[in-house]
Each structure stands twice: as structure tokens, then as C-alpha cells.
């Protein structure tokens, strides 16, 4: 193994310096006004969780702004709506509840980091209370906060994230349906984007 294989803490502490003292004691136990204003703006989120085998999966959800609800200061709600029916997120909250939230704020360079327990739910009533445009999510993914913390902004910074100048042409990139057609034989692409395209068309409500 390579002399400079990193194997332990100490190692690694060795390379890095020692947090600042804001970064350490900016953790919350609980969302405070600033983490609810900032969910109240989120149209985006990445859900991270485990399978019982150790296996990871992050997974995006959107949204319009508000589509994650804040219950109260230890509690958010995040609403499953139909996609792919892999349940690769949801499987692995019932196999262990610990889960890990990112959430964007479009022009915000900031994010805000939720680690919990999250617990999957299909009640009416609470259904009912996140539905949209008269529909309601298939379940609720309804996760206990136990860490929050708002993180710096130096890998947006990095990324550049929000300069428009430098978002791509998605024409310069092959559909997702050419995508998976090269990837999985047989795969009929040319339905796979009509299909993308429909329901791109119904959740921007251009009919």
C-alpha cells in the first residue's frame, strides 16, 4: 500500500487543519428561523440514505418552492411523488432510518445540510396536506431532525453554479432516451424521450 494511503484519523488530521471554532458550534439540534426561511425557499433537495448492506444511494427531489414542509422545528416533510419505482430511497429508509438531507436555493450560494431519522407515511390527512394542483404524493418521507447546520459557499463558489454563461446547451448533450439506448440493449429511446417530453409538458402545466 502506497506510504501515502490515508488509513487512520490521525492521518487524516495530520493533512487537514482543525475546524474553525464557527464551524463546529454553528450545529443545530433543531431547525431555528433561518433553517425554516431557507426550506420555505428550496426547490431542491438531495436525499441521501443506506441499505441494511451498507449500499448508498442519493436521490433528487424537487419542487416548487415550499414543497418541503416544515412540521415544526424538529420535523420536515418531504413528499414522494410518481417516478421511476425504483423506491431505491425508500427501501433503504426502511431498512435504516438515518438519512442525510442537502437542500439548494437557486442564486443562494449557501446550503443547508439535515442529517435524522426519516419514517415513511400514507396518511390521508397528511397527504391531503401537501397535495398540489389537487393531487396528493403516493407517501410522505417524514424526517426527524437531529443535525442542521447552513454550509459555506465555496463549492458553489467552485462551480460557478449559477452563472447562466456557463450552463451547457442540453443540445450539445444526447437525450436521456439516446442515453439509455446505448446503455441497455434493445432499449427503444425514441419513446423514452416522447414519454420525458409528456411529462415534462404536465408538471409545467402547458396544456
Keep these: 500500500?502506497?506510504?501515502?494511503?490515508?488509513?487512520?484519523?490521525?492521518?487524516?488530521?495530520?493533512?487537514?487543519?482543525?475546524?474553525?471554532?464557527?464551524?463546529?458550534?454553528?450545529?443545530?439540534?433543531?431547525?431555528?428561523?433561518?433553517?425554516?426561511?431557507?426550506?420555505?425557499?428550496?426547490?431542491?433537495?438531495?436525499?441521501?440514505?443506506?441499505?441494511?448492506?451498507?449500499?448508498?444511494d442519493a436521490s433528487p427531489k424537487g419542487g416548487e418552492p415550499g414543497f418541503l414542509t416544515v412540521q415544526d422545528a424538529s420535523t420536515v416533510l418531504l413528499p414522494d411523488w410518481p417516478g421511476n419505482n425504483r423506491l431505491d430511497s425508500l427501501e433503504n429508509i426502511l431498512d435504516n432510518p438515518h438519512v442525510g438531507m442537502m437542500l439548494l436555493v437557486p442564486g443562494m450560494d449557501e446550503n443547508l445540510r439535515i442529517n435524522g431519522r426519516a419514517g415513511l407515511s400514507t396518511d390521508p390527512d397528511l397527504l391531503a396536506s401537501l397535495a398540489v394542483k389537487g393531487k396528493s404524493p403516493i407517501s410522505v418521507v417524514v424526517v426527524t431532525v437531529e443535525e442542521a447546520y447552513l454550509h459555506c459557499a465555496r463549492a458553489v463558489?467552485?462551480?460557478?453554479?449559477?452563472?447562466?454563461?456557463?450552463?451547457?446547451?442540453?443540445?450539445?448533450?444526447?437525450?436521456?432516451?439516446?442515453?439509455?439506448?446505448?446503455?441497455?440493449?434493445?432499449?427503444?429511446?425514441?419513446?423514452?424521450?416522447?414519454?420525458?417530453?409528456?411529462?415534462?409538458?404536465?408538471?409545467?402545466?402547458?396544456?
Design 1 to 56: 500500500m502506497s506510504e501515502h494511503h490515508i488509513a487512520s484519523r490521525e492521518q487524516l488530521r495530520a493533512v487537514y487543519k482543525q475546524p474553525t471554532e464557527g464551524a463546529v458550534k454553528k450545529l443545530l439540534q433543531q431547525l431555528d428561523q433561518h433553517c425554516m426561511d431557507f426550506i420555505a425557499r428550496c426547490p431542491f433537495v438531495v436525499l441521501s440514505t443506506s441499505g441494511a448492506d451498507g449500499s448508498l
Design 157 to 207: 463558489w467552485r462551480a460557478d453554479l449559477w452563472n447562466a454563461e456557463k450552463h451547457i446547451k442540453r443540445s450539445d448533450f444526447p437525450t436521456m432516451g439516446q442515453m439509455l439506448a446505448d446503455q441497455v440493449p434493445g432499449y427503444d429511446g425514441a419513446a423514452a424521450d416522447k414519454v420525458i417530453a409528456d411529462t415534462r409538458h404536465k408538471l409545467y402545466a402547458l396544456d
